[in-house]
C-alpha cells in the first residue's frame, strides 16, 4: 500500500511541473511577441502603481530583482527607493543550488552578469537578513499569476524557498493580461499578499 501511495504521489508531482511547464512555455512566448515600446508602458504604470500603495511608501526595506527580458522592470521603482532612502536588496543565487540571498546595494551600476545571466549584486556586498524595525517588502516576478496569489515563474524554486521563513509582505507583478483565473499549485508553493498589474491592483484571499 505504501508503494502505490508513494507512485501516486510521484505521478501527481510529475503532472504538476509537465502542466507548469506547458503553460510557462505558452505564456513566455506570448511575453515576447509584446513590443518593447509598450512594455517599457506597462512597466512604467505598474511601478507607479505598486509606489503609490502604502505598503510601498511605509517599507523601509524594499526586497526587488533584476529584471529578465520577459518580466516587469522595475527599475524605475528601485531608484525611487534609494532616492526615498529605503533599503534595497537584489538577490544573488548561490552557485550549485537551489537557493539565494538578498543582497543590500545602493547603486544599480555596481551590479554584474551572474546565473542565468541576470544582473546580481557583488557577493561581497551585505547580505539582508531582518530586524525587528524592518518594514519589508518583497516584489515578485512571475511567468504568470493567477487570483488566488499563486505563480508560476521559471521552475526553480527560488523565491518559495527564500521566503518560506521570511515575514515580509509579498507583491506580485504581473503585466495584467498574464493573471489566470487559476494556476496548478504545490503544497510548498507561495502566495503573494497582493498582486500589481497595469489595470489592478488585486489583494489576495487569506
Known amino acids: 500500500m505504501a508503494f502505490s501511495q508513494n507512485n501516486d504521489q510521484k505521478g501527481k508531482r510529475y503532472s504538476l511541473k509537465i502542466r507548469k511547464s ?30 503609490s500603495t502604502a505598503s510601498f511608501r511605509f517599507a523601509n526595506t524594499v526586497l526587488a530583482y533584476s529584471a529578465l527580458p520577459t518580466e516587469v522592470d522595475i527599475r524605475q521603482l528601485i531608484e525611487a527607493a534609494l532616492s526615498q532612502g529605503k533599503r534595497v536588496a537584489l538577490p544573488r543565487c548561490i ?16 551590479l554584474c552578469k551572474g546565473s542565468f545571466s541576470i ?17 519589508a517588502i518583497c516584489i515578485i516576478p512571475g511567468v504568470l499569476f493567477d487570483t488566488a496569489g499563486y505563480r508560476i515563474g521559471y521552475g526553480r524554486g527560488f523565491y518559495d524557498r527564500y521566503l518560506s521563513d521570511k515575514s515580509v509582505q509579498r507583491i506580485g507583478v504581473i503585466y495584467d493580461g498574464f493573471i489566470l483565473e487559476s494556476l496548478p499549485h504545490g503544497k510548498y508553493d507561495l502566495k503573494a499578499d497582493f498582486i500589481v498589474s497595469d489595470k489592478r491592483l488585486l489583494t489576495v484571499k487569506k
Do not use: G
Open 22 to 51: 506547458e503553460l510557462r512555455a505558452e505564456y513566455l512566448a506570448k511575453k515576447r511577441d509584446i513590443p518593447p515600446e509598450r512594455r517599457a508602458e506597462l512597466d512604467a504604470v505598474i511601478c507607479r502603481k505598486i509606489m
Open 95 to 110: 552557485p550549485d543550488t537551489p537557493l539565494m540571498n538578498f543582497h543590500l546595494v545602493q547603486d544599480l551600476s555596481a
Open 119 to 135: 544582473m546580481e549584486p557583488s557577493p561581497e556586498l551585505p547580505v539582508w537578513t531582518p530586524q525587528a524595525d524592518d518594514r
